[in-house]
């Protein structure tokens, strides 16, 4: 009886001291990733990345798994444990396989994240068994976290640049782990020459050669631009009018030699392409001058009807795509014109097609010194263009009375300085802060040639990001009748 007792009260002492640290109030900690699920399957990522053109490239491989539970899951996405200084300081860009993915990568912090962490999740992958072994997940890190030593948050034991992942299923019952991060290891150095052998006797002459064969001609370079979006539906003419600008304007323009013209390749509903053959990597670096110029995209997107001022594209998102094949690294361009509200942005009745009037802003936002450690300028340039209809009311504009602003409404007190043409310059907010606007500008079509003038915005405290609604920040420019607003875009160069 007595040992009965003594055994008791020695299961009541260890069960009194693994219940401590709750009772105590201690956090427990918790492993990555911070959910419940079963942590093995049949997929890991390569333990060995490859860095190529400003993508982190990782491989899924296929691993033993046996007959457990999750050995037949299919896969939807993937966790990578990071940093939390990351989460609002860096942007990060997928590619899979080469191509946009339907979800770019997204933050979160489920609720058992420890303090320090966060994860970034890249979601709609929609591989199963059969097709996600060999898949290349790339990932471009822009901003503060731009390397692994940076981003991931160093599993333990392991040195910075490691990175913890988690691969889930549909239901995100299963998410197997494995780490990854291990650069590619150099190859092995050539073997030591061996002893030179004795000298041997002079030959004896050789025949005549035969003529060297005519060099190599350089190896040509495929190039395809597509468009890709799920929110309007795209057309066999949409996909033929982007070939006929893209020879007409932008081959012209780039003195890129090609070996065949661009054509439309495919046309989609949700994507339509076009490729050509330039003659070498030299005509893929000219080319791509003008094809990765956000200005010349905004340009041909406003010549086919498909910039964020057209009403039917508003509410849309749009990912353009230029790929070289292995002579140059893809390109991607995102257009979003998703904004709330029934009555789209300038909020009035007037003609907001580009080009209606002889003015405009240019598509890359110029970034200065502000008058503080925590301020900047963010200066946009007007100058002028040939009007889709000179002699239309609109074409025949003279005078750019006010420009226009989609912002956050709650940015006033971010504004802390504003000139136009290098005049100190009071702006103007509409009732409920969603507009920002110059007006009396009173800029002629000579005065914006001779002079480019700029509208500058100084910010305290936000980035241009938060002050703007969209992430290309949206314009209109008005003239004195308040009937013509030609509306644009811009985003930071």
């Known amino acids: 009886m007595r040992s009965r007792l003594l055994w008791a009260c020695g299961l009541a002492a260890l069960l009194a001291l693994a219940a401590m640290p709750s009772a105590l109030g201690q956090k427990v900690t918790r492993n990555f990733p911070y959910c419940r699920c079963v942590k093995k399957g049949p997929y890991a990522l390569a333990k060995n990345v490859d860095e190529i053109d400003g993508y982190y490239c990782f491989e899924v491989e296929k691993v033993p798994c046996g007959k457990d539970q999750c050995c037949s899951m299919d896969l939807r996405k993937i966790e990578w444990d990071a940093n939390v200084a990351c989460r609002t300081t860096t942007t990060v860009t997928a590619m899979v396989n080469g191509e946009v993915p339907k979800q770019q990568p997204t933050w979160t912090a489920p609720q058992d994240t420890p303090a320090g962490k966060a994860v970034l999740k890249l979601s709609g992958l929609g591989l199963n068994i059969t097709t996600a072994p060999g898949t290349l997940v790339c990932l471009k890190l822009t901003g503060q976290c731009s390397t692994l030593e940076k981003f991931c948050a160093v ?9 913890a992942i988690s691969m889930f299923n549909t239901k ?75 020879n007409s304007v932008w081959v012209t323009k780039s003195n890129a030699t090609l070996l065949q013209p661009f054509k439309c390749a495919q046309a989609t509903p949700s994507q339509v392409k076009i490729c050509a053959v330039a003659e070498g990597k030299p005509d893929t670096v000219d080319f791509a001058a003008i094809a990765e110029s956000t200005y010349d995209i905004q340009l041909m997107l406003e010549d086919l009807g498909l910039s964020c001022a057209f009403p039917n594209m ?39 097609r580009p080009r209606a009037t002889p003015f405009m802003l240019d598509s890359t936002i110029r970034v200065k010194p502000g008058s503080s450690s925590r301020s ?13 209809d000179p002699t ?26 504003v000139t136009a043409a290098g005049t100190n310059w009071s702006p103007v907010w509409d009732s409920n802060g969603k507009v920002f606007r110059l007006t009396n500008l009173g800029w002629s079509v000579d005065f914006v040639n001779t002079n480019k003038p700029e509208i500058c915005v100084e910010l305290t405290g936000i980035t241009l990001g938060q002050f703007c609604v969209t992430a290309n920040c949206q314009y209109a420019l008005f003239d004195e009748s308040k009937s013509c607003c030609p509306m644009g875009t811009a985003s930071l160069g």
């Open 155 to 163: 599993p333990k034991g392991q040195k910075p640049g490691i990175c």
């Open 172 to 246: 995100d019952t299963c998410c197997p782990i494995s780490q990854t991060g291990w650069p590619f290891p150099p190859p092995p150095p050539p073997p030591s020459p061996r002893p030179s052998p004795p000298p041997r006797p002079p030959p004896s002459p050789p025949p005549p050669r035969k003529p060297s064969p005519p060099p190599s001609p350089p190896a040509s370079c495929p190039v395809c631009i597509s468009l890709n979006t799920t929110d309007v539906s795209l057309t066999r003419e949409v996909c033929d009018n982007l070939a006929d600008y893209v």
């Open 314 to 352: 508003m509410g849309t998102s749009m990912v353009y795509l230029v790929e070289y094949g292995t002579c140059r690294a893809v390109f991607t361009y995102v257009q979003d014109c998703k904004q709330p509200g029934p009555n789209p942005f300038p909020f009035c009745q007037c003609n907001r």
């Open 376 to 388: 900047s300028k963010y200066c946009w340039t007007a100058h002028t263009v040939t009007p889709y």
């Open 392 to 417: 239309s009311p609109c074409g025949k504009t003279d005078t750019l009375y006010k420009a226009e602003f989609y912002v956050q409404n709650n940015t006033r007190g971010a504004v802390t300085g």
